[in-house]
């Protein structure tokens, strides 16, 4: 499956690094979504964008930083995370209204050291 | 907040046994979906239940949503080494919601 691809699919950084995780979508989609996954625990939403306007922020702390340039890519900024920050980062995108069935990436992997 | 426990955490089943894995939501839903994740890869999406007592069927795969739209079920007939994986709901609070809350997950492993 290539409609939804996430760049790196795996990345280790330093507390004091600076990194960005990149998300595209292929299928047409007007909304994208930032999710944590972490072992022993609920995929937790982070952010979604529709047509490229913030729609919810989840209380995520200010490291994490994303950016929507156009409906077809995504962004997520990570700055000064903490080794509790370890964990899958998925992307997903869905057609355009809420209730749409979600599309996910592949994820990458991060790992704070 | 809105919270979506499922149960059972894990569950080891013998091929051609039955699986079922519950999802209950603390506040009523508007719509429920269902993803499944195999083991390293992402979540892909199975099917959504917006109605009151709405069940549907995917061959050996059975969802229902409950009556007061608090709870779900996700039910495997005879299942298979294929099914292995972790099963997610995902509960949706208010119609044309963006924000799905997911569900601890069940993960199935199926014993040949």
């Known amino acids: 499956e290539t409609g939804v691809t996430q760049t790196p699919r795996h990345l280790v950084m330093g507390m004091t690094n600076k990194k960005s995780l990149k998300c595209e979508q292929h299928l047409g989609h007007n909304a994208m979504y930032w999710y944590k996954q972490s072992a022993k625990k609920p995929l937790e939403l982070m952010f979604v964008y529709s047509l490229e306007e913030r729609v919810e922020n989840n209380s995520v702390p200010s490291r994490f930083s994303p950016e929507c340039p156009n409906s077809s890519h995504l962004f997520l900024h990570l700055h000064t995370l903490q080794p509790e920050d370890s964990a899958l980062y998925l992307c997903?995108?869905?057609?355009?209204?809420?209730?749409?069935?979600?599309?996910f990436g592949p994820g990458t992997r991060l790992t704070v050291t | 907040g809105q919270q979506v426990m499922q149960i059972p955490q894990y569950q080891h089943v013998q091929e051609g046994e039955d699986f079922t894995t519950y999802c209950n939501s603390s506040?009523?839903?508007?719509?429920i979906q269902w993803y499944k994740q195999r083991p390293g890869g992402h979540p892909v999406f199975l099917i959504q239940?917006?109605?009151?007592?709405e069940v549907k069927k995917q061959k050996r795969l059975t969802f229902q949503f409950g009556e007061a739209k608090k709870n779900s079920s996700l039910h495997i007939t005879a299942t298979q080494t294929t099914d292995v994986g972790t099963y997610f709901c995902?509960?949706?609070?208010?119609?044309?919601?963006?924000?799905?809350?997911f569900g601890t997950g069940t993960r199935l492993k199926v014993l040949a």
């Open positions: 997903a995108s869905s057609q355009g209204q809420g209730s749409d069935e979600q599309y």
């Open positions: 995902a509960g949706g609070a208010t119609s044309g919601t963006y924000k799905y809350i």
């Open positions: 506040t009523t839903l508007s719509n």
């Open positions: 239940l917006v109605k009151s007592g």
